[in-house]
């Protein structure tokens, strides 16, 4: 099984909502990461876990706050938003095993922020 | 710094005739090097990666890639396209060493497969 899950699929929210974005993976993974993707655009690196610490912060801005819970839970918490944070997010997973393992993507949650 | 160039935008090939997306990257040592693949409003999905040996690597869906370390290129092919194979494709590449090392894509290629 090589499925990471994320919900929601969608998300509309106004500059003032607070939301979060939840992403789950059962392969027993120790990494895991989220990505912002503009349209026709490559996936851009946000935040990396490993073994459940957040090991890479690439300078996101404080209006996106990372957790997880365990080692298959991955969160996303926005607060606060602005309409240029509109993209699709993409969760990934990995085992780490110094460079050559393969990330896995979810299907991502389309934001719209208004 | 490392990175990937994907030098076309857009790819058309017909249905049956062999294709190839072209990738050349630059790394500070030796190369990790993947290939992904995007649906619309999908996620990326793991088509193949060189790691080490054989420089011909073979993935899903009768794809696969050719290592040229000479020419710094990581180029896609697959004998026959399909319809379905039309899809955004993503290079990427990954220093091979020690501790953490970011993954770095390519803009992406736009295969388009007509009918």
């Known amino acids: 099984d090589t499925e990471v899950t994320q919900t929601p699929k969608h998300l509309v929210m106004g500059m003032t909502n607070k939301k979060s974005l939840k992403c789950e993976q059962h392969?027993?993974?120790?990494?895991m990461y989220w990505y912002k993707q503009k349209a026709k655009k490559p996936p851009e690196l946000m935040f990396v876990?490993?073994?459940?610490?957040?090991?890479i912060n690439e300078s996101v801005p404080s209006r996106f706050s990372p957790e997880c819970p365990n080692s298959s839970l991955l969160n996303l918490h926005l607060h606060a938003l602005q309409p240029e944070d509109s993209a699709l997010y993409l969760c990934?997973?990995?085992?780490?095993?110094?460079?050559?393992?393969?990330?896995?993507f979810g299907p991502g949650t389309r934001l719209l922020v208004l | 710094a490392q990175s990937v160039a994907q030098p076309e935008d857009q790819v058309n090939v017909a249905e049956g005739n062999p294709l190839t997306v072209k990738c050349t990257y630059s790394?500070?040592?030796?190369?990790?090097l993947f290939w992904y693949v995007q649906y619309p409003n999908r996620g990326l999905q793991f088509l193949l990666k060189?790691?080490?040996?054989?420089?011909l690597v073979k993935g899903s869906y009768g794809f696969e890639a050719e290592f040229n370390k000479s020419q710094t290129s990581f180029h896609l092919k697959k004998p026959s396209a399909l319809v379905s194979d039309s899809a955004l494709y993503f290079c990427?590449?990954?220093?091979?060493?020690?501790?953490?090392?970011?993954?770095?894509f390519g803009t992406g290629t736009k295969l388009q497969v007509i009918p």
């Open positions: 790394v500070s040592g030796n190369p990790y």
């Open positions: 990934a997973s990995s085992q780490p095993r110094g460079g050559g393992e393969t990330q896995y």
């Open positions: 060189y790691i080490t040996g054989d420089n």
């Open positions: 876990y490993s073994y459940e610490k957040l090991s």
């Open positions: 392969m027993g993974h120790r990494a």
């Open positions: 990427a590449v990954r220093l091979a060493a020690g501790g953490y090392q970011k993954v770095t």
